[in-house]
Protein backbone atom coordinates (compact mmCIF):
# COMPACT_ATOMS: atom_id res chain seq x y z
CA UNK A 1 0.00 0.00 0.00
CA UNK A 2 0.86 4.07 -0.42
CA UNK A 3 0.75 5.94 2.56
CA UNK A 4 -1.94 8.46 2.23
CA UNK A 5 -1.87 12.44 2.52
CA UNK A 6 -2.66 12.09 6.20
CA UNK A 7 0.67 9.83 6.56
CA UNK A 8 2.52 12.51 4.79
CA UNK A 9 1.43 15.22 6.95
CA UNK A 10 2.00 13.17 9.89
CA UNK A 11 5.49 12.32 9.07
CA UNK A 12 6.19 16.11 7.86
CA UNK A 13 5.02 16.27 11.88
CA UNK A 14 7.94 13.44 13.19
CA UNK A 15 10.93 14.70 11.44
CA UNK A 16 10.51 18.71 12.05
CA UNK A 17 13.30 20.38 13.64
CA UNK A 18 15.47 17.62 13.18
CA UNK A 19 14.95 17.51 9.83
CA UNK A 20 16.33 20.42 8.02
CA UNK A 21 13.51 22.41 6.20
CA UNK A 22 15.82 22.88 3.47
CA UNK A 23 15.70 26.26 1.18
CA UNK A 24 14.99 27.20 -2.58
CA UNK A 25 17.09 28.31 -4.85
CA UNK A 26 16.68 30.06 -8.03
CA UNK A 27 19.34 30.83 -11.14
CA UNK A 28 18.92 33.74 -13.41
CA UNK A 29 21.24 32.31 -16.03
CA UNK A 30 20.05 28.67 -15.89
CA UNK A 31 16.58 30.08 -16.26
CA UNK A 32 17.54 31.61 -19.92
CA UNK A 33 19.03 28.32 -20.87
CA UNK A 34 15.89 26.32 -19.81
CA UNK A 35 13.92 29.14 -21.02
CA UNK A 36 11.71 28.48 -17.73
CA UNK A 37 11.45 29.42 -13.90
CA UNK A 38 13.40 27.34 -12.43
CA UNK A 39 13.11 26.65 -8.42
CA UNK A 40 15.58 24.45 -6.85
CA UNK A 41 14.52 22.59 -3.65
CA UNK A 42 17.70 22.22 -1.85
CA UNK A 43 17.66 18.50 -0.38
CA UNK A 44 21.56 18.60 -0.61
CA UNK A 45 21.73 20.80 2.38
CA UNK A 46 19.89 18.40 4.38
CA UNK A 47 21.30 16.50 7.08
CA UNK A 48 23.32 13.68 5.92
CA UNK A 49 23.77 15.52 2.58
CA UNK A 50 20.57 13.74 0.93
CA UNK A 51 16.45 14.00 1.19
CA UNK A 52 16.73 10.48 1.91
CA UNK A 53 17.41 11.51 6.02
CA UNK A 54 13.81 12.31 5.93
CA UNK A 55 12.62 9.07 4.79
CA UNK A 56 15.33 7.08 7.31
CA UNK A 57 14.64 9.47 10.33
CA UNK A 58 10.37 8.73 10.14
CA UNK A 59 10.62 5.14 10.02
CA UNK A 60 13.38 5.15 12.82
CA UNK A 61 10.89 7.76 14.93
CA UNK A 62 7.65 5.65 13.74
CA UNK A 63 8.88 2.27 15.68
CA UNK A 64 8.00 2.06 19.13
CA UNK A 65 11.01 1.56 21.93
CA UNK A 66 9.98 -1.71 21.80
CA UNK A 67 10.45 -1.86 18.24
CA UNK A 68 13.43 0.39 18.57
CA UNK A 69 15.30 -1.62 20.83
CA UNK A 70 17.29 -3.89 18.93
CA UNK A 71 18.37 -1.06 16.03
CA UNK A 72 17.22 -1.10 12.39
CA UNK A 73 18.97 -2.98 9.67
CA UNK A 74 19.21 -2.24 5.95
CA UNK A 75 21.38 -3.12 2.83
CA UNK A 76 22.88 -0.21 0.56
CA UNK A 77 25.93 1.85 0.20
CA UNK A 78 24.08 5.23 -0.60
CA UNK A 79 22.58 7.78 0.47
CA UNK A 80 19.94 5.42 2.19
CA UNK A 81 22.67 3.88 4.22
CA UNK A 82 24.67 7.16 5.68
CA UNK A 83 21.07 8.82 6.80
CA UNK A 84 19.28 5.52 8.38
CA UNK A 85 22.87 5.31 10.71
CA UNK A 86 22.28 9.15 11.11
CA UNK A 87 18.61 8.92 11.80
CA UNK A 88 19.22 5.83 13.94
CA UNK A 89 22.36 7.91 16.26
CA UNK A 90 19.82 10.51 16.70
CA UNK A 91 17.22 8.13 18.43
CA UNK A 92 20.00 6.13 20.32
CA UNK A 93 19.37 2.59 18.59
CA UNK A 94 22.04 0.52 16.00
CA UNK A 95 22.07 0.73 12.77
CA UNK A 96 23.23 -2.69 10.77
CA UNK A 97 23.92 -1.53 7.44
CA UNK A 98 25.33 -4.32 4.79
CA UNK A 99 27.49 -3.11 2.24
CA UNK A 100 28.92 -5.26 -0.61
CA UNK A 101 32.34 -5.70 -0.09
CA UNK A 102 33.22 -4.12 -3.02
CA UNK A 103 31.88 -0.83 -2.10
CA UNK A 104 34.17 2.56 -2.27
CA UNK A 105 36.00 3.07 1.03
CA UNK A 106 34.94 7.06 1.04
CA UNK A 107 31.05 5.45 1.02
CA UNK A 108 32.29 2.54 3.92
CA UNK A 109 34.04 5.48 5.82
CA UNK A 110 30.58 7.61 5.97
CA UNK A 111 28.72 5.16 6.96
CA UNK A 112 30.81 4.43 9.71
CA UNK A 113 31.45 8.19 10.57
CA UNK A 114 27.45 8.54 11.42
CA UNK A 115 27.94 5.53 13.69
CA UNK A 116 26.46 2.69 11.75
CA UNK A 117 27.89 -0.80 12.05
CA UNK A 118 29.65 -2.45 8.92
CA UNK A 119 28.88 -5.81 8.11
CA UNK A 120 30.83 -6.88 4.99
CA UNK A 121 29.28 -8.88 2.08
CA UNK A 122 29.79 -10.31 -1.25
CA UNK A 123 28.59 -8.04 -4.24
CA UNK A 124 25.25 -10.11 -5.60
CA UNK A 125 21.52 -8.45 -4.39
CA UNK A 126 21.00 -12.53 -2.82
CA UNK A 127 24.09 -11.90 -0.70
CA UNK A 128 23.03 -8.70 0.52
CA UNK A 129 19.69 -9.77 1.53
CA UNK A 130 20.33 -12.53 3.09
CA UNK A 131 23.35 -11.29 5.25
CA UNK A 132 20.38 -8.40 5.98
CA UNK A 133 18.04 -11.65 7.23
CA UNK A 134 20.72 -13.35 9.38
CA UNK A 135 21.33 -9.94 10.93
CA UNK A 136 17.76 -9.71 11.43
CA UNK A 137 17.23 -12.62 13.22
CA UNK A 138 20.49 -12.63 14.85
CA UNK A 139 19.97 -9.21 16.94
CA UNK A 140 15.95 -8.74 16.52
CA UNK A 141 16.86 -5.25 14.16
CA UNK A 142 13.97 -3.96 12.22
CA UNK A 143 14.88 -3.88 8.10
CA UNK A 144 14.11 -0.63 6.56
CA UNK A 145 14.03 -0.78 3.38
CA UNK A 146 15.53 2.37 0.82
CA UNK A 147 11.71 2.74 -0.95
CA UNK A 148 9.68 0.25 -1.20
CA UNK A 149 8.28 1.08 2.37
CA UNK A 150 4.75 2.97 3.23
CA UNK A 151 6.89 4.77 5.74
CA UNK A 152 9.74 5.72 3.92
CA UNK A 153 7.81 6.74 1.26
CA UNK A 154 6.06 9.51 3.54
CA UNK A 155 8.84 10.82 4.69
CA UNK A 156 10.40 11.25 1.25
CA UNK A 157 7.03 12.65 0.44
CA UNK A 158 7.79 15.80 3.10
CA UNK A 159 10.29 17.32 -0.03
CA UNK A 160 7.18 17.70 -1.95
CA UNK A 161 4.71 19.19 1.06
CA UNK A 162 7.49 21.62 2.35
CA UNK A 163 8.14 22.58 -1.73
CA UNK A 164 4.51 23.60 -2.00
CA UNK A 165 4.21 25.28 0.96
CA UNK A 166 7.37 27.06 -0.56
CA UNK A 167 6.65 27.98 -3.72
CA UNK A 168 2.85 27.71 -4.20
CA UNK A 169 2.38 28.80 -7.60
CA UNK A 170 4.09 25.77 -9.47
CA UNK A 171 3.50 24.38 -12.68
CA UNK A 172 5.38 21.22 -12.63
CA UNK A 173 7.87 19.01 -9.88
CA UNK A 174 10.29 16.93 -11.36
CA UNK A 175 12.68 14.27 -9.38
CA UNK A 176 14.86 11.61 -9.72
CA UNK A 177 13.48 8.36 -10.26
CA UNK A 178 15.28 5.08 -9.04
CA UNK A 179 13.28 2.59 -6.87
CA UNK A 180 10.88 5.51 -7.09
CA UNK A 181 10.39 6.27 -3.07
CA UNK A 182 10.69 9.94 -3.54
CA UNK A 183 8.45 10.42 -7.30
CA UNK A 184 5.84 8.51 -5.75
CA UNK A 185 5.69 10.65 -2.67
CA UNK A 186 5.47 13.68 -4.81
CA UNK A 187 2.73 12.31 -6.78
CA UNK A 188 0.81 11.74 -4.14
CA UNK A 189 1.54 14.92 -2.12
CA UNK A 190 0.69 16.63 -6.16
CA UNK A 191 -2.66 14.37 -6.07
CA UNK A 192 -4.36 15.36 -2.98
CA UNK A 193 -2.95 18.75 -2.82
CA UNK A 194 -1.86 20.22 -6.12
CA UNK A 195 -3.77 17.84 -9.21
CA UNK A 196 -2.28 21.27 -11.25
CA UNK A 197 0.76 20.20 -11.09
CA UNK A 198 2.45 17.82 -13.10
CA UNK A 199 4.90 15.40 -11.64
CA UNK A 200 7.80 14.10 -13.97
CA UNK A 201 10.21 11.94 -13.55
CA UNK A 202 13.97 11.81 -14.44
CA UNK A 203 16.47 9.14 -15.22
CA UNK A 204 19.28 8.03 -17.13
CA UNK A 205 18.73 6.47 -20.44
CA UNK A 206 21.31 3.48 -19.12
CA UNK A 207 18.81 3.00 -15.84
CA UNK A 208 15.41 3.92 -17.87
CA UNK A 209 13.56 0.84 -15.66
CA UNK A 210 10.86 3.69 -15.19
CA UNK A 211 10.57 5.07 -18.19
CA UNK A 212 10.22 1.35 -20.04
CA UNK A 213 7.98 0.03 -17.12
CA UNK A 214 5.47 3.18 -17.88
CA UNK A 215 5.74 2.44 -21.74
CA UNK A 216 5.36 -1.20 -21.79
CA UNK A 217 2.57 -0.90 -18.56
CA UNK A 218 4.13 -3.64 -16.46
CA UNK A 219 7.24 -3.63 -13.95
CA UNK A 220 10.09 -3.77 -15.99
CA UNK A 221 14.37 -3.64 -14.37
CA UNK A 222 17.56 -2.56 -14.41
CA UNK A 223 20.48 -5.24 -14.86
CA UNK A 224 23.53 -3.55 -13.35
CA UNK A 225 23.25 -0.37 -14.79
CA UNK A 226 26.89 1.96 -14.95
CA UNK A 227 25.57 5.35 -14.93
CA UNK A 228 27.45 7.78 -12.71
CA UNK A 229 24.43 8.73 -11.37
CA UNK A 230 24.84 5.86 -8.69
CA UNK A 231 22.06 6.59 -6.35
CA UNK A 232 20.19 5.81 -9.80
CA UNK A 233 21.01 2.66 -10.39
CA UNK A 234 17.80 0.49 -8.17
CA UNK A 235 14.40 0.07 -10.01
CA UNK A 236 11.04 0.30 -9.17
CA UNK A 237 8.60 -1.87 -6.90
CA UNK A 238 5.09 -3.00 -7.49
CA UNK A 239 4.23 -0.54 -4.99
CA UNK A 240 5.89 2.51 -6.11
CA UNK A 241 5.15 1.93 -9.94
CA UNK A 242 1.52 1.96 -9.01
CA UNK A 243 1.26 4.96 -7.50
CA UNK A 244 3.68 6.38 -10.39
CA UNK A 245 1.65 4.57 -13.37
CA UNK A 246 -1.03 6.55 -11.83
CA UNK A 247 -0.05 10.01 -11.26
CA UNK A 248 3.46 10.75 -13.02
CA UNK A 249 3.16 12.99 -16.05
CA UNK A 250 5.68 10.97 -17.52
CA UNK A 251 9.65 9.93 -17.07
CA UNK A 252 12.64 12.06 -19.36
CA UNK A 253 15.45 10.25 -19.96
CA UNK A 254 18.88 11.65 -20.14
CA UNK A 255 22.44 10.71 -21.34
CA UNK A 256 25.54 10.49 -19.04
CA UNK A 257 27.01 13.27 -21.01
CA UNK A 258 24.00 15.54 -20.09
CA UNK A 259 24.01 14.74 -16.29
CA UNK A 260 27.86 15.85 -16.28
CA UNK A 261 27.01 18.99 -18.40
CA UNK A 262 24.10 20.06 -15.92
CA UNK A 263 26.28 18.93 -12.97
CA UNK A 264 29.16 21.27 -13.88
CA UNK A 265 26.47 24.00 -14.61
CA UNK A 266 25.28 23.53 -11.60
CA UNK A 267 28.76 23.69 -9.65
CA UNK A 268 29.65 27.07 -11.26
CA UNK A 269 26.63 29.17 -11.75
CA UNK A 270 24.88 28.33 -8.93
CA UNK A 271 28.04 27.60 -6.98
CA UNK A 272 26.38 24.31 -5.01
CA UNK A 273 27.77 20.81 -4.93
CA UNK A 274 24.94 18.81 -6.31
CA UNK A 275 26.06 14.78 -6.79
CA UNK A 276 25.68 13.33 -10.27
CA UNK A 277 21.93 11.40 -9.50
CA UNK A 278 20.75 15.11 -8.12
CA UNK A 279 21.32 17.31 -11.30
CA UNK A 280 19.25 14.72 -13.13
CA UNK A 281 16.14 16.54 -13.21
CA UNK A 282 18.12 19.79 -14.44
CA UNK A 283 19.54 17.72 -17.27
CA UNK A 284 15.83 16.69 -18.09
CA UNK A 285 15.02 20.18 -18.26
CA UNK A 286 17.60 21.12 -20.64
CA UNK A 287 17.61 17.66 -22.73
CA UNK A 288 13.81 18.30 -23.44
CA UNK A 289 12.94 21.95 -23.26
CA UNK A 290 9.78 21.86 -25.33
CA UNK A 291 8.09 20.43 -22.10
CA UNK A 292 8.92 22.85 -19.65
CA UNK A 293 9.23 26.52 -21.81
CA UNK A 294 7.88 29.38 -19.97
CA UNK A 295 6.63 26.96 -16.89
CA UNK A 296 7.22 27.49 -13.56
CA UNK A 297 9.33 23.97 -12.66
CA UNK A 298 10.30 23.03 -9.28
CA UNK A 299 13.09 20.80 -9.80
CA UNK A 300 14.24 18.29 -6.00
CA UNK A 301 18.08 18.67 -5.63
CA UNK A 302 17.73 15.53 -4.25
CA UNK A 303 21.93 15.56 -2.50
CA UNK A 304 25.07 16.51 -2.42
CA UNK A 305 27.61 13.70 -1.94
CA UNK A 306 30.51 13.13 -4.20
CA UNK A 307 34.01 12.02 -4.00
CA UNK A 308 35.77 15.35 -4.59
CA UNK A 309 38.89 13.03 -5.69
CA UNK A 310 37.26 11.57 -8.79
CA UNK A 311 34.88 14.64 -10.41
CA UNK A 312 32.88 13.05 -13.66
CA UNK A 313 34.87 15.75 -15.60
CA UNK A 314 38.19 15.03 -15.37
CA UNK B 1 39.65 59.83 2.56
CA UNK B 2 37.23 56.79 3.76
CA UNK B 3 33.91 56.53 2.43
CA UNK B 4 31.27 57.70 5.68
CA UNK B 5 28.14 55.62 7.07
CA UNK B 6 25.88 58.22 5.25
CA UNK B 7 28.16 56.80 1.89
CA UNK B 8 27.94 53.06 2.47
CA UNK B 9 24.32 53.85 3.46
CA UNK B 10 23.84 55.38 0.02
CA UNK B 11 25.42 52.37 -1.86
CA UNK B 12 23.33 50.14 -0.28
CA UNK B 13 19.87 51.64 -1.90
CA UNK B 14 22.29 52.32 -5.33
CA UNK B 15 22.62 48.44 -6.10
CA UNK B 16 19.76 47.66 -4.12
CA UNK B 17 17.29 45.21 -6.35
CA UNK B 18 20.38 44.37 -8.91
CA UNK B 19 23.10 43.05 -6.54
CA UNK B 20 21.64 40.41 -4.61
CA UNK B 21 20.45 40.05 -0.85
CA UNK B 22 23.06 36.88 -0.42
CA UNK B 23 21.69 34.83 2.38
CA UNK B 24 23.29 33.44 5.23
CA UNK B 25 23.59 29.68 6.06
CA UNK B 26 24.81 27.81 9.13
CA UNK B 27 26.72 24.05 9.37
CA UNK B 28 26.54 22.01 13.08
CA UNK B 29 29.28 20.13 11.98
CA UNK B 30 31.64 23.40 11.28
CA UNK B 31 29.92 24.84 14.57
CA UNK B 32 31.49 21.75 16.60
CA UNK B 33 34.72 21.75 14.94
CA UNK B 34 35.38 25.28 15.32
CA UNK B 35 33.37 25.60 18.95
CA UNK B 36 31.91 28.49 17.52
CA UNK B 37 28.56 29.82 16.19
CA UNK B 38 29.46 30.18 12.69
CA UNK B 39 27.19 32.07 10.50
CA UNK B 40 28.79 31.93 6.58
CA UNK B 41 27.53 35.20 4.20
CA UNK B 42 27.30 33.10 1.08
CA UNK B 43 29.37 36.03 -1.44
CA UNK B 44 29.74 33.46 -3.90
CA UNK B 45 26.25 33.71 -4.42
CA UNK B 46 26.50 37.16 -5.28
CA UNK B 47 25.93 38.10 -9.20
CA UNK B 48 29.70 37.93 -11.09
CA UNK B 49 29.97 34.92 -8.35
CA UNK B 50 31.68 37.67 -5.60
CA UNK B 51 30.95 40.36 -3.31
CA UNK B 52 32.83 42.69 -6.07
CA UNK B 53 29.85 43.30 -7.48
CA UNK B 54 28.99 45.38 -4.89
CA UNK B 55 31.78 47.92 -5.32
CA UNK B 56 31.51 47.81 -8.86
CA UNK B 57 27.86 47.97 -9.17
CA UNK B 58 28.34 51.08 -6.93
CA UNK B 59 31.28 52.87 -8.86
CA UNK B 60 29.38 52.11 -12.06
CA UNK B 61 25.90 53.63 -11.28
CA UNK B 62 27.12 56.87 -9.46
CA UNK B 63 29.05 57.97 -12.64
CA UNK B 64 26.88 61.37 -13.93
CA UNK B 65 25.73 59.96 -17.53
CA UNK B 66 28.47 62.16 -18.78
CA UNK B 67 30.82 60.38 -17.39
CA UNK B 68 29.70 57.18 -17.68
CA UNK B 69 29.24 58.19 -21.39
CA UNK B 70 32.62 56.62 -22.49
CA UNK B 71 32.70 53.77 -20.30
CA UNK B 72 34.81 52.00 -17.54
CA UNK B 73 38.66 50.97 -17.22
CA UNK B 74 40.44 48.69 -14.97
CA UNK B 75 43.25 46.41 -14.33
CA UNK B 76 42.80 43.08 -13.07
CA UNK B 77 42.12 39.50 -14.15
CA UNK B 78 40.09 38.54 -11.12
CA UNK B 79 36.58 39.03 -9.67
CA UNK B 80 36.65 42.82 -9.67
CA UNK B 81 37.31 42.87 -13.33
CA UNK B 82 34.22 40.75 -14.42
CA UNK B 83 32.02 42.38 -11.97
CA UNK B 84 33.05 45.48 -13.38
CA UNK B 85 32.37 44.03 -16.70
CA UNK B 86 28.71 43.09 -15.73
CA UNK B 87 28.30 46.02 -13.98
CA UNK B 88 29.04 48.56 -17.02
CA UNK B 89 26.95 46.19 -19.51
CA UNK B 90 23.97 46.65 -16.27
CA UNK B 91 24.14 50.40 -17.30
CA UNK B 92 24.82 49.20 -21.21
CA UNK B 93 28.01 51.12 -21.08
CA UNK B 94 32.01 49.60 -21.80
CA UNK B 95 34.06 48.40 -20.01
CA UNK B 96 37.63 48.20 -20.74
CA UNK B 97 39.76 45.33 -19.03
CA UNK B 98 43.83 45.45 -19.44
CA UNK B 99 44.80 41.58 -18.23
CA UNK B 100 48.25 40.57 -18.09
CA UNK B 101 49.31 38.08 -21.68
CA UNK B 102 49.62 35.09 -18.96
CA UNK B 103 46.53 35.56 -17.37
CA UNK B 104 44.77 32.08 -17.37
CA UNK B 105 42.39 31.53 -20.07
CA UNK B 106 39.34 30.74 -18.39
CA UNK B 107 39.39 34.11 -16.60
CA UNK B 108 39.77 36.04 -19.87
CA UNK B 109 36.89 33.89 -21.39
CA UNK B 110 34.68 34.89 -18.13
CA UNK B 111 35.25 38.57 -18.43
CA UNK B 112 34.79 38.40 -22.09
CA UNK B 113 31.50 36.11 -21.41
CA UNK B 114 30.59 39.43 -19.24
CA UNK B 115 31.19 41.82 -22.39
CA UNK B 116 34.39 43.14 -21.08
CA UNK B 117 36.32 44.55 -23.99
CA UNK B 118 39.86 42.57 -23.12
CA UNK B 119 43.15 44.55 -23.60
CA UNK B 120 46.44 42.17 -23.30
CA UNK B 121 49.36 43.98 -21.92
CA UNK B 122 52.60 42.75 -20.36
CA UNK B 123 52.57 41.23 -16.64
CA UNK B 124 54.06 43.50 -14.89
CA UNK B 125 52.49 46.17 -12.66
CA UNK B 126 53.75 49.34 -14.59
CA UNK B 127 52.45 47.43 -17.64
CA UNK B 128 49.07 47.23 -16.07
CA UNK B 129 48.91 51.03 -15.22
CA UNK B 130 50.59 52.66 -18.30
CA UNK B 131 47.81 50.11 -20.47
CA UNK B 132 45.23 51.28 -18.57
CA UNK B 133 46.72 55.10 -18.65
CA UNK B 134 46.45 55.09 -22.32
CA UNK B 135 42.78 53.24 -22.57
CA UNK B 136 41.53 56.66 -20.15
CA UNK B 137 43.35 59.13 -22.16
CA UNK B 138 42.57 57.53 -25.58
CA UNK B 139 38.65 57.08 -24.60
CA UNK B 140 37.20 59.09 -21.74
CA UNK B 141 36.94 56.00 -20.14
CA UNK B 142 36.64 56.21 -15.95
CA UNK B 143 39.59 54.48 -13.90
CA UNK B 144 37.77 52.24 -11.47
CA UNK B 145 40.70 50.68 -8.97
CA UNK B 146 39.56 47.59 -7.49
CA UNK B 147 39.80 48.76 -3.86
CA UNK B 148 41.90 52.01 -3.44
CA UNK B 149 38.59 53.82 -3.98
CA UNK B 150 35.80 55.44 -1.25
CA UNK B 151 33.05 54.78 -4.02
CA UNK B 152 34.36 50.77 -3.86
CA UNK B 153 34.89 50.29 -0.43
CA UNK B 154 31.30 51.59 -0.30
CA UNK B 155 30.33 49.14 -2.01
CA UNK B 156 32.20 46.57 -0.37
CA UNK B 157 30.82 47.70 2.96
CA UNK B 158 27.14 47.01 2.33
CA UNK B 159 27.84 42.88 3.07
CA UNK B 160 28.72 44.30 6.61
CA UNK B 161 25.29 46.60 6.73
CA UNK B 162 23.26 43.27 5.28
CA UNK B 163 25.42 40.97 7.29
CA UNK B 164 24.39 43.04 10.74
CA UNK B 165 20.72 43.35 9.47
CA UNK B 166 20.03 39.59 8.86
CA UNK B 167 22.71 38.42 12.05
CA UNK B 168 21.99 41.12 14.77
CA UNK B 169 23.92 39.36 17.20
CA UNK B 170 27.27 38.63 15.81
CA UNK B 171 30.34 38.83 18.31
CA UNK B 172 32.98 38.97 15.12
CA UNK B 173 33.11 39.89 11.80
CA UNK B 174 35.93 38.06 9.66
CA UNK B 175 37.08 38.93 6.27
CA UNK B 176 39.54 38.12 4.12
CA UNK B 177 42.49 40.89 3.26
CA UNK B 178 44.15 41.37 -0.02
CA UNK B 179 43.34 45.37 -0.82
CA UNK B 180 41.58 45.88 2.24
CA UNK B 181 38.49 47.27 0.56
CA UNK B 182 36.07 44.94 2.40
CA UNK B 183 37.98 45.04 5.39
CA UNK B 184 38.17 48.84 5.33
CA UNK B 185 34.45 48.77 4.66
CA UNK B 186 33.17 46.20 7.75
CA UNK B 187 35.53 48.10 10.30
CA UNK B 188 33.91 51.82 9.05
CA UNK B 189 30.27 49.58 9.38
CA UNK B 190 30.74 47.93 12.87
CA UNK B 191 32.69 51.25 14.01
CA UNK B 192 29.55 53.14 13.39
CA UNK B 193 26.78 50.54 13.92
CA UNK B 194 27.86 48.13 16.21
CA UNK B 195 31.07 49.14 17.93
CA UNK B 196 31.20 46.15 20.19
CA UNK B 197 31.37 43.74 17.01
CA UNK B 198 35.33 42.75 16.40
CA UNK B 199 36.39 42.93 13.16
CA UNK B 200 39.39 40.64 12.23
CA UNK B 201 41.19 40.02 8.52
CA UNK B 202 42.34 36.44 7.49
CA UNK B 203 45.48 36.21 5.01
CA UNK B 204 47.56 33.68 3.93
CA UNK B 205 50.94 33.89 5.59
CA UNK B 206 53.02 34.28 2.42
CA UNK B 207 50.73 36.91 1.36
CA UNK B 208 50.96 38.58 4.67
CA UNK B 209 51.72 42.31 4.35
CA UNK B 210 48.31 43.16 6.06
CA UNK B 211 50.02 41.59 8.85
CA UNK B 212 53.01 42.95 8.70
CA UNK B 213 51.91 46.35 8.40
CA UNK B 214 49.64 46.46 11.24
CA UNK B 215 52.37 45.15 13.52
CA UNK B 216 55.31 47.71 11.94
CA UNK B 217 52.92 50.21 12.11
CA UNK B 218 53.49 51.30 8.43
CA UNK B 219 52.79 49.98 5.28
CA UNK B 220 54.69 47.15 4.06
CA UNK B 221 53.60 45.04 0.27
CA UNK B 222 53.58 41.76 -0.97
CA UNK B 223 55.84 40.78 -3.60
CA UNK B 224 54.32 38.24 -5.81
CA UNK B 225 52.82 36.02 -3.45
CA UNK B 226 52.19 33.04 -4.79
CA UNK B 227 49.51 31.64 -2.39
CA UNK B 228 46.40 29.72 -4.13
CA UNK B 229 44.17 32.07 -2.64
CA UNK B 230 44.93 33.86 -6.17
CA UNK B 231 42.39 36.55 -4.92
CA UNK B 232 44.61 37.95 -2.23
CA UNK B 233 47.82 38.44 -4.08
CA UNK B 234 47.61 42.45 -3.01
CA UNK B 235 48.50 44.42 -0.81
CA UNK B 236 46.59 47.13 1.28
CA UNK B 237 47.04 51.04 -0.03
CA UNK B 238 47.29 53.90 2.46
CA UNK B 239 43.74 54.58 2.41
CA UNK B 240 42.70 50.98 3.70
CA UNK B 241 45.72 50.55 5.87
CA UNK B 242 44.51 53.63 7.72
CA UNK B 243 40.79 52.56 8.05
CA UNK B 244 42.15 49.28 9.16
CA UNK B 245 44.89 50.43 11.94
CA UNK B 246 42.32 52.36 13.45
CA UNK B 247 39.67 50.21 13.36
CA UNK B 248 40.22 46.16 12.82
CA UNK B 249 40.78 43.76 16.49
CA UNK B 250 43.61 41.94 14.40
CA UNK B 251 44.65 39.79 11.39
CA UNK B 252 45.49 36.06 11.16
CA UNK B 253 47.23 34.16 9.00
CA UNK B 254 47.28 30.92 7.98
CA UNK B 255 48.99 28.21 5.61
CA UNK B 256 48.59 27.31 2.13
CA UNK B 257 47.41 24.09 3.72
CA UNK B 258 44.73 25.40 5.93
CA UNK B 259 43.20 27.15 2.87
CA UNK B 260 43.20 23.57 1.06
CA UNK B 261 41.77 21.70 4.02
CA UNK B 262 39.14 24.67 4.68
CA UNK B 263 37.83 24.38 1.08
CA UNK B 264 37.59 20.87 1.49
CA UNK B 265 35.66 20.93 4.56
CA UNK B 266 33.16 23.85 2.93
CA UNK B 267 32.57 21.89 -0.67
CA UNK B 268 31.86 18.63 1.66
CA UNK B 269 29.80 19.36 4.60
CA UNK B 270 28.22 22.85 3.40
CA UNK B 271 27.54 21.57 -0.57
CA UNK B 272 28.75 25.04 -1.71
CA UNK B 273 31.46 25.98 -4.15
CA UNK B 274 33.58 28.74 -2.59
CA UNK B 275 37.30 29.73 -3.79
CA UNK B 276 40.37 29.63 -1.99
CA UNK B 277 40.33 33.21 -1.19
CA UNK B 278 36.95 32.99 0.31
CA UNK B 279 37.57 30.19 2.57
CA UNK B 280 40.47 31.83 4.29
CA UNK B 281 38.59 33.41 6.89
CA UNK B 282 37.10 30.28 8.09
CA UNK B 283 40.65 28.40 7.70
CA UNK B 284 41.78 31.15 10.14
CA UNK B 285 39.02 30.25 12.73
CA UNK B 286 39.74 26.50 12.37
CA UNK B 287 43.24 27.59 12.55
CA UNK B 288 43.32 30.20 16.07
CA UNK B 289 40.13 28.48 17.66
CA UNK B 290 41.12 30.29 20.86
CA UNK B 291 40.31 33.92 19.90
CA UNK B 292 36.67 32.73 18.62
CA UNK B 293 35.47 29.73 21.02
CA UNK B 294 32.30 30.27 21.81
CA UNK B 295 31.31 33.52 19.94
CA UNK B 296 28.90 34.34 17.74
CA UNK B 297 31.33 34.71 14.18
CA UNK B 298 30.36 35.96 11.10
CA UNK B 299 32.40 34.45 7.88
CA UNK B 300 32.40 36.12 4.63
CA UNK B 301 32.59 34.19 2.21
CA UNK B 302 33.69 36.21 -0.59
CA UNK B 303 33.65 34.25 -3.70
CA UNK B 304 32.98 30.91 -5.66
CA UNK B 305 35.19 31.51 -8.68
CA UNK B 306 37.09 28.43 -9.01
CA UNK B 307 38.57 26.41 -12.14
CA UNK B 308 36.35 22.88 -11.99
CA UNK B 309 39.19 21.47 -13.26
CA UNK B 310 41.99 22.16 -11.33
CA UNK B 311 41.05 21.88 -7.85
CA UNK B 312 43.65 22.70 -5.07
CA UNK B 313 43.58 18.94 -3.83
CA UNK B 314 44.15 16.95 -7.15
Known amino acids: MAPTIADIHAAAERIAGTAHRTPV ?9 AGAAL ?6 FQKGGAYKFRGALNAVRQLTDKQA ?18 AARQRG ?37 AEADRIQSATGAVFIHPYDDPV ?15 VPLL ?18 VAHALAPHVEV ?13 SLR ?16 LRASLSERTFTVIRQHARGIVTVTEEHIISAMRLVWERMKLVVEPSGVVPLAAVLAAPEKFRGRRVGIIFTGGNVDLDRLPWQ
Open 152 to 166: VIAGQATVGLEFLEQ
Open 39 to 44: HFKCEN
Open 93 to 129: IPAHIVVPRNAPLIKQRAIAAYGGQLTLCEPTLAARQ
Open 216 to 231: EGKLLANTNPATIADG
Open 69 to 86: RHGVVTHSSGNHATCLAL
Open 200 to 212: WGAEPAIADDAFR
Open 25 to 33: LTCGSLDSL
Open 171 to 188: DVLIAPVSGGGLLSGLCL
